[in-house]
């Protein structure tokens, strides 16, 4: 029973059924001047259906998210779908064109949310991105990776307590998936306290294409707008190995400063003080072994070997537990 879609305005622009617009938003002035802007490709359908939008690069020099997006458009045709989707594929613009995961003013943008039109440079842009894009939609897929050469498995954080979440983040079917709360000023506790339902995905390394990463994420993006409409059946969606939750999670830090040499992948289960590396000084003089405090699965590993002691090393999260809750995140 289709029916045709109205047009709308988005951020300004008018945008007509079976359009693809390309638009930017304008949250800031640079200093010598001219804007800076934030560049956004709206596909409004022929068919009524939800709203969604896909972000990535919130953290600079997280770049793996804005090759998922680009791959994610390519082949669509608005004439062929239903709804909405505003993709942004750079958000923290000026920290995209530096390689830097904050803004210039050292703010964490995913800790600036909802923002205001009057605040900090980071407070600006949030609010642009809240008012012109986030507070249309549904549905939201927030794209990430690791951050200080922190490489991550691919997996969705979302708030698993919440069914249409939980729904959504099976659809994507990441290998892997944790409840994680939401934290204050960030993007998703702004997107759902506004009623939207949002996931967060997580893969690879910063400022790296990471391939697996990319193909994950591209083929969990797919479904999840397949499955709300947006896009027709998707052949991705056939054979999908079902994701496997993950319970909490902690980070095995340095016993001691020099360069460790990690044992273990992503992906890779450990049993309780299994050794999972070993970490000596510049000459090989103190050596100490890498433990891991609990069993479970290798979500993160630290790909730059020299090390303080306490530097993050391994992220391993417990296999299924009743009680769930991500540790450090994005
Ligand atoms: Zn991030």
Redesign the pocket.
Known sequence: MDTTQEARTVAGHTLTPGTRTEMELRPAKLPSGGWMSIPVVALHGTRPGPTVWLSAA??GD?ICGVEIIRQVLAPLRPREMAGTLLAVPVVNVPGFANGDRYMPDRRDL?RSFPGSKRGSLASRFAHAFMSEIVQLCDVGIDL??G?DHRRNVPQIRADLTDARTAELTRVFAAPYALHSRLRDGSLREAACSRGATALLYEAGEAWRFERDAIEVGVRGVRRVLSHLGVTSPDAASADVVPTTILGSSSWVRSPQSGLARLDVELGDTVTERQTIGVVADAIGTTQRPIRAPRAGVVIGRNESPVVHRGDALVHIAEHNAAEHSAGES?
């Open positions: 919130i953290h997280e995913n990430h990776t951050s994005a």
